[in-house]
C-alpha cells in the first residue's frame, strides 16, 4: 500500500522544521518546498496525498500557486494558511477550493488534526468540495465584511464554498448581524456577479405591494395601478434576489413565491402571460423559522427550497476579538462626518465595550461610535463620550472618581461635565437620559409607540421629536391605527 504524502510549501524554514517535526510518522512521508516554483515543481514529481500552503510566499502568491495546483488536480486537498488574513482572501480561498484555511500562529493540534481529515478525504476520493467550488473570481468587489475571529473565518469558507452553486441560501442571525453583507459578498463571488442584485425587505411593504414589487402587476391590477410594472423577479433575470426578513411575508406571497422556485416562472398580479425567469435566491431573517412552521405561519415546503445552503452568523458578543479591527473601520468611514482628522480611542473604552452585550450588534456598535464622535471635542473618545446605555448594561462598572460611595453612570456623567468646564448641564444630562430611557421602553413595547407613550407618560408628538433629536429610530413599529403620521421608525436593536 502506497504511503500518504505531504507537501509544505512555506519560506519560513523555522516553521517548516516545527511541522517536519510535528507531523513526522512512519505513516507520512513529509516533503517541504521553500519556494512557489520549488512546490509547484515537486507537486508534479511527488504527487502529495496533502498539500499544506502558505498565503505569502517570496515573489509569488498562494494563491497562484493554489490556481496552479488545481489546474494540475482538481481534488487533491490543499491547506492554506496565513498570518495576515482578511475576508477577501479567505473566501477566495475556499472559492478555488481550498480544504481549511488556518491562521498563525500555527496550532499544531489543530494542524494534525486537519492533515489527518485531509487525508482520509483524500483516501475516500471526496469530491464534495470541488463541486462547490466557483470559478475564479474577479477582485475589485465593493463588499467589505469585517473580523478575522475563529468565528467569521468559518463565515467566510462557507460563503467561498457555497457562493459558486446557483443553490439558494438561507442566512440567518441576529438583527444587525450582517446578513445583507453576506448576501452581497456570496453575489459578488458567484458566476451572477455581473447581473443584477435586488434586495427587497419583505417586513416594509404589505402583501399587496410586496407582490407587486416581486412579480410585478398590469395596469388596472389595483387600485392605483395606473400602468404596467416589471418585478423583480422579471428585472433580476440571471441575477440574485436577496429576500430580508423573509418570516414577515404572507402565506399568499409564499406560495407564490415557491412556485417562482419550483418552477422559475410566475404571472405579474392581474395578468395571464407566463413569464420564464432564472434567479437565485438569498433569504434571511433574525426570526426562528422552525417555531414558525410549528404555528403553521410559515410554510415547511418553502423552507426546504430556501434552505439548500445556510449560513449562520454570530452575533457581536460571540465574535469580541473582532472589535478593535471594527472600531477602526468604522471610524474611519465616520469621521469624516464628524469633522475628525484624528481619532484616538482611549483604552478604558475598550474595556467597556468588551463588557457589554452588544444586543443590536454591529448596527449599534455603529450608533455608539456616531455618538461618541458627536460628542468629542478633541481627538480623544472617552468613557464620558458614550450613550449611557453601555454603563446601564454594566453592573460590575465602577468609574474612576475621587470620592467615596455608591456612583452610578449619570453621576460619573455629571461630574465628568463639570470637570470639563461644560455649560448647558441639564440638556445633556437629560440628553443621556433620553438614549437610555426611551430605547429600553421602545424594545419592551416592540416598538408599539402608543404603549410606549403611555408608559413614559409624555405625548407622542413628544416621543417623536425626542427620537428625532437622538436619532433612535424603530424597525418594525407597530403603529397604531390612530397614527396618521406616515413616518416609517426602525428597532433600536436593530
Same mark, same amino acid.
Not at 57 to 63: D, F, R, T
Given at each position: ?13 523555522? *516553521?517548516?522544521?516545527?511541522?517536519? #517535526? ?37 515573489? =509569488? ?108 441560501? *438561507? ?13 452581497? =459578498? ?19 411593504? !404589505? ?13 388596472? +391590477? ?13 428585472? +433580476? ?21 415557491? $412556485? ?23 433569504? =434571511? ?13 410559515? $410554510? ?62 454591529? $448596527? ?5 461610535? #456616531? ?8 481627538? =480623544?473618545? +472617552? ?11 454594566? #453592573? ?22 463639570? /470637570? ?22 421602545? /424594545? ?15 405625548? $407622542? ?18 403603529? !397604531? ?14
Amino acid at each position: 500500500m502506497t504511503i500518504p504524502s505531504l507537501l509544505v510549501i512555506d519560506d519560513d524554514t523555522t *516553521l517548516l522544521y516545527a511541522i517536519r #517535526k510535528s507531523l513526522q510518522s512512519p505513516e507520512l512521508n513529509i516533503c517541504v518546498a521553500s519556494s512557489a516554483s520549488d512546490g509547484l515543481r515537486l507537486f508534479t514529481s511527488e504527487r502529495p496525498s496533502v498539500v499544506l500552503l502558505d498565503l505569502r510566499l517570496n515573489g =509569488a502568491s498562494g494563491l497562484d500557486v493554489l490556481h496552479e495546483i488545481r489546474k494540475l488536480d482538481d481534488q487533491v486537498p490543499v491547506i492554506m494558511f496565513t498570518a495576515f488574513s482578511t475576508a477577501g482572501t479567505t473566501i477566495e480561498a475556499s472559492k478555488a477550493g481550498a480544504f481549511e484555511y488556518l491562521l498563525k500562529p500555527v496550532d499544531l493540534n489543530r494542524l494534525r488534526e486537519t492533515v489527518q481529515r485531509a487525508l482520509a478525504g483524500h483516501l475516500q476520493q471526496q469530491q464534495s468540495e470541488n463541486e462547490l467550488s466557483a470559478t475564479t473570481f474577479v477582485p475589485g468587489a465593493d463588499v467589505t465584511i469585517i473580523g478575522s475571529s475563529p468565528a467569521m473565518q468559518e463565515i467566510y469558507k462557507l460563503i467561498g464554498r457555497f457562493a459558486g452553486s446557483n443553490g439558494n441560501v *438561507l442566512v440567518l442571525g441576529e438583527s444587525g448581524t450582517g446578513k445583507d453583507l453576506v448576501a452581497h =459578498a456570496i453575489h459578488q463571488h458567484s458566476t451572477r456577479r455581473n447581473n443584477q442584485f435586488v434586495a427587497i425587505n419583505c417586513a416594509a411593504l !404589505s402583501e399587496t405591494l410586496l407582490e407587486s414589487e416581486l412579480f410585478g402587476h398590469e395596469r388596472g +391590477a389595483f387600485t392605483g395601478a395606473d400602468k404596467r410594472r416589471i418585478g423583480k423577479f422579471e428585472y +433580476a433575470n440571471g441575477g440574485t434576489i436577496f429576500l430580508d426578513e423573509i418570516a414577515d411575508m404572507s402565506s399568499t406571497t409564499q406560495a407564490k413565491v415557491l $412556485r417562482l422556485l419550483q418552477e422559475q416562472r410566475f404571472e405579474r398580479l392581474g395578468g395571464n402571460e407566463t413569464i420564464k425567469t432564472n434567479v437565485r435566491i438569498i433569504a =434571511a431573517t433574525n426570526k426562528n423559522l422552525d417555531n414558525l412552521i410549528r404555528q403553521g405561519s410559515f $410554510r415547511e415546503d418553502l423552507f426546504y427550497r430556501l434552505n439548500v445552503f445556510c449560513i449562520i452568523l454570530p452575533p457581536l458578543r460571540d465574535r469580541l476579538s473582532d472589535l478593535p479591527e471594527l472600531v477602526a473601520y468604522f471610524v474611519e468611514c465616520f469621521k469624516k462626518e464628524f469633522n475628525k482628522d484624528r481619532v484616538q480611542i482611549l483604552p478604558a473604552v475598550y474595556s467597556i465595550f468588551l463588557k457589554y452585550s452588544w444586543p443590536g450588534n454591529m $448596527r449599534e456598535l455603529q450608533s455608539v461610535l #456616531k455618538h461618541a464622535l458627536a460628542h468629542s471635542v478633541g481627538s =480623544a473618545i +472617552a468613557e464620558s463620550h458614550l450613550p449611557a446605555t453601555l454603563f446601564a448594561a454594566d #453592573k460590575s462598572f465602577s468609574p474612576n472618581l475621587d470620592f467615596a460611595g455608591d456612583i452610578n453612570p449619570m453621576s460619573q456623567l455629571m461630574q465628568d461635565l463639570i /470637570n470639563g468646564n461644560e455649560k448647558d448641564l441639564y440638556a445633556k444630562a437629560t440628553m443621556q437620559l433620553d438614549q437610555l430611557v426611551i430605547p429600553f421602553v421602545l /424594545n419592551h413595547t416592540r416598538g408599539n409607540l402608543q404603549q410606549a407613550c403611555e408608559l413614559l407618560g409624555i405625548s $407622542r408628538n413628544t416621543l417623536k421629536a425626542k427620537m428625532r433629536s437622538n436619532h433612535i429610530s424603530i424597525e418594525h413599529a407597530v403603529l !397604531s391605527k390612530i397614527d396618521k403620521s406616515g413616518q416609517n421608525f426602525r428597532h433600536p436593536s436593530s
